[in-house]
């Protein structure tokens, strides 16, 4: 028997993962869609929009709306291991290998949700311009695919990396404590960027990526160099130390 | 089966729950884990299981460290813990997920053992009192057919029928290659079902032996009135219950394992020095 990885035993995971959760999958399968509908509708109508404004919108909504629900499920995906006892002892007695359990959650939280989540947001985006373009005849918006850079998506997988490997670092609210210490960790980013170049403020506009707005001129510059990189690094590295984490876990 | 050698383990460096622990099990019996309270029993079924490392030592299971959790090893090992946790499934769904991960699963026998325990497949295991769900989960771990199936406190939240039947399916499972463990601190439950005692202190293993050896070695009395030399005795209905050193080495009165416990806890050396445990 195959200790490390075996396609059966990787079947049967997923097989008992989706018996115990489809409930909850389909659940959402009708939730992210009406949601989506409503904050478009809500945004939209909130102001009288010009086309630019819509891009805006989009991208806000993107970030906001499906930044939390794929943070959401990163938290609850290895939420057996870290609250309760006899949780984590039932986890760990199933006779899986850790690199099958990880590429469940691979799989699951950074494949399966974000495709269906980028496949209903684009889908009720076409249908919110259909409607945007019915009510504002003068300022017609043209549907476009790559409004969402796949940087945002980079950023959101990234932290939902190291909300997964905090869920299994962290003996109790793993998924929460990691969420604070990456808003803190931001937090220095820009703190250490605005002490060390002049500038009249400094906008975060990506996870890691920074806007300047340069002093006297009002030149606005982008930084996403080192800082960047280095955020996405932590996505790799934390699979890696998840893998550890797994082999390591007790209950 | 199960090889455990200068086990030291313990939740805090500077408490140490187990030191130098020396125990071997093998298959083709049914052991009794006994203890009181916060002796260690949970924790050292959770080594055997690798869900706990050793902080020195080695546990083996098959030959392979536990901690080591290799999937080829977890396939043949089947725990029921005392608190126990069951997914919002419904019987024959938690079967149809997590069956498959135990080569030998006898889903026929699973059935067998829901029936008679009185529970419906169609059951929700959320919906079901802790008994009933612990009945479901240890049908389930009956019918895994696992070589080592080890089960902590398991009759806790049992009813008396079910306690029963919990016996006589657990002696319907013992085979030649089986090795169960069974914690508990109700002796009564276990004692006409175990092949072999261990009995657990402060970390420590006062007494790992068969029952014929026990009964060579220990007498079981019931008499008007306390003998003399007994290791221990205690008055109930019918007269003085006591057990003393066998001289004749022959079996002697009726085996009793919660008099066997209590005569341990009062004369801990004597009881090691007889068993000829080597720790001290």
Redesign the interface.
Known sequence: ?N?VF?FK?FA?SV??YW??NKKRIILKFILIPIILMFLFLILNSWKPIKSYQYDFHDEFIFITFCGAFLCGNAIRFFNNYST???????S??????PLERLLIAFCYVMIFIPLILISFFFIIDFIAIGIFNNLHQSDQIMFKLSDIPASDYIGFATIASVILFGSLFFKKYGGFISIILIIIFLLLQISITSLFLPREAVNLIEFGSFEIIERGTGNRISINGFMQYFNYLLLPLCWILSYMKL??K?? | MIKIEKLKFGYSKDRLLFDNLDLSLSGGCIYGLLGRNGTGKTSLL?VI?????PKSGVCKVFGLPSEK???????E???V?E???T???RIA?YE???A???PRFDHKLFKTLLKEFELNEADKLKSLSLGERKKALLAFAMAANTKILIMDEPTNGLDIPSKSQFRQMIASLAMENRCIIVSTHQAQDIEKLIDSVIILDNGDILIQSDMEQIVRKLAFQISPEKPSGALYSEEKMGGVYSVSKNDDEGACGEFHLDLLFNATMANKTAMKELFNHKKS
């Open positions: 028997m200790d075996s035993r049967l097989k008992a018996i115990e309760k006892r006899e949780m984590t002892m039932f760990l007695s199933i006779p899986t290998a082999r390591e007790e209950a | 959770k299981m690798g869900m706990c490392f959790r290799l999937p080829s090893m977890l396939c090992m089947m725990f813990p608190e126990i946790f997914p919002s499934l769904e149809s997920s997590y498959g991960f135990y």
